[in-house]
């Protein structure tokens, strides 16, 4: 299948600074993307490339094939929300999407229905000055979705919702991939996003360090962790450290933390040990696949919590 999105020894630098280097990656349609990385990785500046906001120093970023300035109606095929500060402060929510409508070449009606879809259809009249950070959010998205675009890029989307907010952002996007389009969002809230993405692109001191399938990436960068609840801590703790294994951490009276042995044969131990199991878990998160690969990208050795 080809790619909706990709980059190829994309590169930019402003003067001194180099804040993309020779990225290459790719973006599956119908899926949604996860575009993670620390603060000042680079993520924003790729997707202001893609945009043709930024130019590239060198290499390539391409949308279905193409760089965004060779679609007709860019809009039709890419919407963005890179920041929140949209729409003009004095306009009313309705009037500023209309006018991207009208850019987009879409009918001025649309505008009560996209306002609608993203829980702003009470407030159309009010001018956005007087949003809050989440409505802006939501006004934003609303005009990124005036041209029916295949492609939906977000650069922080959850910044500034409620809980209920972030639950409401997580359904759109699985709508929206449900529907077909390709989704490409960053974020820092690492937790929000582990149950919602299908891959990921990992980016740490402006270059990847990891992409593909999202359970892959935290399978290859995340120590295996066995979290046990038992009976007799001690006795258990002491097997395991005899068999080989680590005990990294002791989370209350009964629950151990353990690297270094298989779930399976934890439970044997336990077993000859005479401990009783009352809980045993395998523990991946994307969180810790996320710390150990920026961490080792920096240069840091051992575990990251």
């Not at 609608?116 to 802006?136: H, I, K, N, T, Y």
């Not at 009964?254 to 044969?265: A, C, Y």
């Amino acid at each position: 299948m080809k790619p909706m999105l990709r980059a190829e020894g994309l590169t930019k630098r402003y003067g001194p600074v180099l804040a993309v280097s020779n990225v290459s990656f790719a973006v599956r349609s119908g899926a949604i993307t996860g575009f993670l990385g620390p603060n000042g990785a680079g993520k924003s500046t790729t997707m202001r490339l893609f945009l043709g906001l930024d130019r590239p120093t060198s290499g390539t970023a391409h949308i279905d094939g193409k760089p965004i300035h060779e679609w007709p109606v860019p809009a039709r095929k890419i919407g963005a929300v890179l920041d929140t500060q949209c729409a003009h402060p004095g306009r009313r929510a309705i009037d500023s999407v209309r006018w991207a409508a009208r850019l987009a070449g879409a009918k001025d009606n649309e505008a009560e229905t996209l306002l609608d879809r993203v829980g702003l259809s009470a407030v159309a009249g009010q001018r956005a000055g007087r949003f809050s950070l989440g409505m802006r959010q939501r006004l934003a998205l609303a005009i990124a979705l005036v041209g029916n675009p295949e492609v939906v890029v977000l650069d922080e989307p959850m910044n500034g919702l409620d809980p209920e907010g972030i639950t409401w952002m997580k359904g759109l996007l699985r709508q929206f991939r449900d529907q077909g389009r390709t989704v490409f969002v960053s974020s820092h809230l690492l937790a929000e996003m582990e149950d919602m993405v299908d891959d990921l692109v990992v980016i740490a001191q402006s270059k990847i360090v990891g992409a593909g399938a999202a359970q892959a990436f935290i399978q290859r960068f995340q120590t295996q962790t066995v979290s046990v609840q038992c009976d007799n801590p001690q006795a258990l703790g002491a097997a395991i450290t005899n068999a080989g294994g680590r005990l990294i951490s002791v989370a209350d009276a009964q629950r151990l933390q353990v690297t270094g042995l298989e779930p399976d044969l934890v439970g044997q131990l336990a077993k000859s040990t005479g401990v009783a199991i009352y809980e045993l878990r395998e523990e991946r998160s994307l969180l810790k696949a996320f710390n150990q690969a920026t961490a080792e990208k920096a240069g840091i050795k051992g575990e990251v919590g």
